[in-house]
């Protein structure tokens, strides 16, 4: 996304502030640390309207960083909520482990062998990110809470229908439908895009994803929806 040196610049902030969570802010290019004002920093962060109008005196804002000191290495609900408000990059630097960005405005890394990170890439990701490679569509993106099917959450079905998708007869499924499976939950809680020919493209915890038969996996999928527009 941007040069080295701003993730360099960053990493350095957050050790100096660890076990708070730094944050900053990328303008021209160059990485601007704010103070953490939040009021539980341990496990938040939040930069003052002040500091924000100080920073912007710079040059305009293109990117948000901060820390998760206790290493979480994929963005909360709240993360995932105010980065799509500010239609921004935002980075997060997790103790420990490699920083990584996510959001929109991000470049689209490739569909198979990507490592499953909970709402940057993981099965809904990978299925959005088909149709916006392949059939020039932006779905709904949607924050999500961790092990949310676990919390009477459904937010697969509720948001495929939301986004524009229709139910249809499993056996109807063709190329860019999705198929929805229910892994030990009581809700679904996981899709694959079915690419035709017996194949399909999903991306599983803590595997790549990975293009394979639908075969091996069939007994789980229950449903599939087509997009309708």
Known sequence: MFETKVTIDAMAHARAEHPRESCGLVINGIYVPRRNVAANPEHDFRISPQAYAGALR??????????HPDG?????????AHQMASALPWCIL????QPF??????????????????????CYSVIRDWYRLVKKVKLLNLP????WWEK???IYMSNFLAAGFVKIELQEAG???VLLA?????????????????LILHHLYGRLSVREPLARWQRFFTIAMRYAG
């Open 175 to 177: 190329r860019g439908d």
């Open 144 to 147: 999500r809470r961790d092990k």
């Open 101 to 122: 960005w996510f959001g929109d405005q991000c470049p689209i890394p490739r569909l198979r062998g990507r490592v499953f990170r909970h709402g940057v890439t993981d």
């Open 72 to 80: 979480t290495d994929h963005p909360s609900h709240d993360d995932m």
């Open 94 to 97: 997790p103790y420990g482990r």
């Open 182 to 198: 229910r892994i030990k939950a009581p809700v679904y809680n996981h899709a694959a895009l079915y690419l035709g020919n017996g």
């Open 58 to 67: 710079r040059g305009a804002v293109q990117a948000v960083i901060h820390s």
């Open 152 to 154: 009477g959450d459904d």
